[in-house]
């Protein structure tokens, strides 16, 4: 996503930063878990959280949702990724052979997670969207690969190798998670910069970084109108009923509602008579 996202300017910028994104550009080194953490403290926030783990040699996009925003992490973070890389492998290959070896690897592969992963370790299907390689350099080839949320490039590395007498990973860069792409993350300096700008009394360079949760909620998510005439007990919960609906029902599973430009929520589609859709989660 881009950074500039409008001007929000009529919300306070405390609940701004309780319901939005901001792209982080993590550097090598830390963990995606400290760097959250030190997000969270700089905005004095209750909570914050990351979406999609980089381990700590790893840099790049890392999204992290704030405040409020937090509940909606399951939604956003499990989208395709995109990383450039550099692997060495341990004998020489012509570029040839060794694209015809990472073919086989193009498509839905199942993958066993590192020992040291901090998920269950068995087998899982993953997709391979694509993987090319860009530059070489001796044993060195700089590649580049998207694949599905979930997918180990440290392992499919360590995978292809198998196949050509070995190969490592030595750097690993993210460059896309979903929506957020690395042109528009910022580094912790930048960060810090805005941070300190912030205590100053100046709003604006953050509120041209910070994303509102609404704004990628719609991008994710189809999004439908109400009318207001129920919204009390919408916010206490109430399912949605056909005739909350201003223009159309939805069709899709799972979709965001909104009166004019107000968020109200994410619903799930039902088939219950009148009853349309219940609620995933309410932003009252």
Same mark, same amino acid.
């Given at each position: 996503?881009?950074?500039?996202?409008?001007?929000? !300017?009529?919300? #306070?910028?405390?609940?701004?930063?309780?319901?939005?994104? &901001?792209?982080?550009?993590?550097?090598? !080194?830390?963990?995606?878990?400290? /760097?959250?953490?030190?997000?969270?403290?700089?905005?004095? %926030?209750?909570?914050?959280?990351?979406?999609?783990? %980089?381990?700590?040699?790893?840099?790049g996009v890392l999204p992290l949702t704030? !405040? $409020?925003?937090? $509940?909606?992490?399951?939604?956003?973070?499990?989208?395709?990724?995109?990383? /450039? !890389?550099?692997?060495?492998?341990?004998?020489?290959?012509?570029?040839?052979?060794?694209?015809?070896? &990472?073919?086989?690897?193009?498509g839905k592969i199942m993958q066993l997670?590192?020992?040291?992963?901090?998920?269950?370790?068995?087998?899982?299907?993953?997709?391979?969207?694509?993987?090319?390689?860009?530059? &070489?350099?001796?044993?060195?080839? @700089? +590649?580049?690969?998207?694949?599905?949320?979930?997918?180990?490039?440290?392992?499919?590395?360590?995978? %292809?190798?198998?196949?050509?007498?070995? #190969?490592?990973?030595?750097?690993?860069? $993210?460059?896309?998670?979903?929506? +957020?792409?690395?042109?528009?993350?910022?580094?912790?300096? =930048?960060?810090?910069?805005?941070?300190?700008?912030?205590?100053?009394?100046?709003?604006?360079?953050?509120?041209?970084?910070?994303?509102?949760?609404?704004?990628?909620?719609?991008? &994710?998510?189809?999004?439908?109108?109400?009318?207001?005439?129920? @919204?009390?007990?919408?916010f206490t919960g109430k399912p949605l009923?056909?005739?909350?609906?201003?223009?159309?029902?939805?069709?899709?599973? %799972?979709?965001? /509602?909104?009166?004019?430009?107000?968020?109200?929520?994410?619903?799930?589609?039902?088939?219950?008579?009148?009853? #349309?859709?219940? #609620? =995933?989660? /309410?932003?009252?």
């Open positions: 996503m881009k950074k500039e996202t409008g001007n929000y !300017g009529k919300n #306070a910028i405390k609940d701004l930063l309780n319901f939005s994104v &901001i792209n982080i550009d993590k550097p090598s !080194g830390p963990t995606s878990f400290q /760097v959250s953490n030190y997000v969270c403290k700089s905005f004095k %926030l209750s909570k914050t959280s990351h979406m999609g783990t %980089l381990d700590p040699l790893v840099s704030l !405040g $409020r925003a937090c $509940r909606l992490s399951s939604y956003l973070m499990h989208k395709d990724k995109e990383y /450039v !890389g550099i692997m060495r492998v341990h004998s020489e290959i012509p570029i040839k052979e060794l694209e015809e070896k &990472i073919k086989s690897f193009i997670p590192p020992v040291r992963s901090s998920v269950k370790r068995e087998e899982r299907e993953r997709e391979i969207k694509s993987f090319k390689i860009l530059e &070489i350099k001796g044993k060195d080839f @700089l +590649f580049k690969t998207e694949v599905q949320a979930g997918t180990y490039i440290r392992k499919l590395i360590h995978d %292809l190798g198998e196949q050509i007498g070995g #190969a490592h990973m030595l750097e690993l860069r $993210r460059t896309k998670a979903g929506l +957020f792409k690395e042109e528009s993350a910022i580094t912790l300096y =930048e960060f810090d910069s805005l941070v300190a700008e912030l205590k100053k009394g100046n709003e604006e360079p953050l509120r041209k970084i910070v994303i509102p949760a609404e704004k990628v909620i719609k991008e &994710i998510l189809p999004s439908y109108e109400i009318s207001s005439n129920n @919204l009390k007990k919408i009923m056909k005739s909350d609906f201003i223009l159309k029902i939805p069709k899709e599973e %799972l979709f965001s /509602v909104f009166i004019k430009e107000r968020f109200i929520g994410i619903y799930k589609k039902v088939e219950e008579g009148n009853i #349309a859709a219940r #609620a =995933e989660f /309410v932003f009252n």
